[in-house]
Nanobody, 119 residues
Framework: QVQVAESGGGLVQAGGSLRLSCIAS????????TDWYRQPPGKQREWVAG???SGVTSVTGRFTVSRDKAKNAVNLEIDSLKPEDTGVYYC?????????????????WGQGTQVTVSS
């Protein structure tokens, strides 16, 4: 099985920056795409940024997704934080895992990490 865990959330002041990390664990798998989503309080989950498995860095406005090969992590850096960035941030990965010689697609989500931006 493949599992995903996010970390790095917390309480930050508006205008600052924050780096979240997403680490996938398991055996015999490859990642096709990593995406970050967030769910603001009382609202639906929304896509934030993403990057293909072969990517190194991807920038979407104030959001930068980057790969940390040393830690086997995909990070999300948020610059110029605003109170409206408050929410639970989730990492989602899609890929293929090998089981008994068979390639099986997977799509797994982490439990999320809370980000709170104070004004």
């Amino acid at each position: 099985q493949v599992q995903v865990a996010e970390s790095g959330g917390g309480l930050v002041q508006a205008g600052g920056s924050l780096r979240l990390s997403c680490i996938a664990s398991g055996s015999s798998f490859s990642v096709d795409h990593t995406d970050w989503y967030r769910q603001p309080p009382g609202k639906q989950r929304e896509w934030v940024a993403g990057m293909p498995g072969s990517g190194v860095t991807s920038v979407t406005g104030r959001f930068t997704v980057s790969r940390d090969k040393a830690k086997n992590a995909v990070n999300l850096e948020i610059d110029s934080l605003k109170p409206e960035d408050t929410g639970v941030y989730y990492c989602s990965i899609r890929g293929l895992r090998t089981s008994r010689g068979t390639l099986i697609p997977f799509d797994v989500w982490g439990q999320g990490t809370q980000v709170t931006v104070s004004s």
